[in-house]
């Protein structure tokens, strides 16, 4: 006899396992649910809904810890919940009908739950993009001072014609590595830069633009602006998604684009300005504080008509975070799957890995690698990079490993 520690994280591994040891198929989907474990903080509910949940819990065999103040004064205070996946799931059936907001944290409980190995189909113009595994967004940068050293201006080239080429085929190496969006940015945002003008934007981006749609006429095209007229530019030369820093904040109106072209958009958390935003940012609860940002624009989205199918989330790593800021949210990017979305996310090359490895950017590619690795454990959808190589060989043995 021999006893095998196991790690079940997902309802998949959960089912790997079992179909492993010849388990009925309709018995792994009774079962799979009942091995998985997980804890929830709630914060801000009244004693009387802790004690409430408490008590459904213990009837389910799950529990929960609470305040001693809870349990005999009329307080708000935090609550952490845990128990399995079947458990927490018959425990959300349950409050529904309570009083004390409790159908409210049911359904947002529910939504969270349900979240375990979905599948997300992201619409952008005429396309669908099935994202069910961690998927590369390629990054050409067409600027002459990007805090990563790649913009294209700075490559040595003769004529136009070579400037050209050099863009055509980076993105056509791009897609040889399994790169599913382009992102194509004409204003560096790194820490202190200064904002450029929007025709000066135009004339770098938009030339290239039309010409890789032309050559690549499926890809899936992103445009990394703020600017409406800038946007309205690239729409008319076929580009999928805006990709804004101040998630539609600076130019609210480009909603209105992204509703009638029925465009893809991310929305990325950003404290202040690139010029700004560096400058002694500070956070109560950052993870918090990012999730109620992206909650509230997520909303102004839906009511001007975007669909949530046309939304994705990006909680900006190193625009207005400090080192501790940036590491907590990769760490805990699994919280950000409760508004239903999926994660974008930007580490290449970042500040943050400069910091903990005091490496200049030209040296950054093994630490973009090990944070791609984590994140993707943590649950990232989608990974704008530079080095796309790299990155497409880590994921695709993560994938191997997890998948195996």
Do not use: W
């Not at 500070?282 to 989205?301: A, D, N, T």
């Not at 949530?308 to 590491?327: A, C, S, T, V, W």
Request: aromatic content about 6%.
């Amino acid at each position: 006899m021999k006893i095998i520690s196991l790690q079940i994280n997902s309802l998949k591994e959960a089912g790997i396992f079992m179909k492993g040891i010849g388990a009925d198929a309709e018995g792994i989907k009774i079962m799979a649910p009942k091995v998985i474990l997980k804890a929830f903080k709630i914060e801000g509910i009244s004693s009387y809904s802790a004690n409430i949940i408490k008590q459904q819990l213990l009837s389910l065999g799950a529990d929960a810890a609470i305040s001693r103040k809870a349990l005999v004064k009329k307080v708000n205070t935090d609550i952490i919940i845990f128990g399995t996946l079947s458990q927490l799931r018959k425990f959300t059936g349950r409050i529904k009908h309570q009083p004390f907001g409790l159908k409210d944290l049911s359904f947002e409980l529910n939504s969270i739950l349900e979240q375990d190995n979905k599948t997300f189909r992201f619409r952008a113009r005429d396309k669908v993009l099935i994202i069910n595994k961690p998927l590369i967004c390629g990054i050409i940068n067409l600027t002459p001072d990007s805090f990563s050293g790649d913009g294209i201006f700075k490559k040595k080239a003769d004529s136009k014609q070579q400037l050209v080429s050099l863009v055509l085929n980076r993105v056509s190496e791009m897609l040889k590595y399994g790169v599913k969006i382009i992102d194509i940015g004409g204003e560096s945002t790194r820490p202190y830069s200064g904002p450029v003008k929007e025709d000066e934007e135009i004339k770098r981006v938009i030339p290239y633009l039309k010409l890789i749609r032309k050559k690549f006429p499926r890809i899936i095209l992103s445009i990394d602006t703020y600017k409406y007229k800038v946007a309205k530019q690239a729409i008319n030369e076929g580009v999928d998604i805006i990709n804004d820093i101040t998630a539609l904040r600076y130019s609210p109106k480009i909603a209105s684009l992204i509703k009638k072209y029925r465009l893809g958009c991310v929305l990325m958390h950003m404290k202040r300005t690139p010029q700004t935003m560096q400058v002694k940012p500070v956070y109560k609860h950052v993870r918090r504080e990012i999730l109620g940002f992206l909650s509230k624009q997520v909303k102004f989205c839906l009511n001007e008509g975007i669909k949530k199918e046309q939304i994705m989330i990006d909680p900006g790593i190193g625009f207005g975070k400090r080192l501790g800021d940036n590491l907590e949210i990769i760490n805990h990017l699994d919280e950000f799957k409760s508004l239903g979305l999926p994660i974008f996310l930007g580490i290449s090359r970042k500040s943050f890995i400069g910091d903990i490895l005091k490496a200049g950017v030209e040296e950054r590619l093994i630490g973009t690698v090990a944070g791609v690795v984590l994140s993707v454990l943590r649950g990232v959808d989608i990974l704008r990079v530079h080095d796309v190589k790299e990155v497409s060989q880590a994921i695709r043995i993560v994938n191997k490993i997890l998948n195996h």
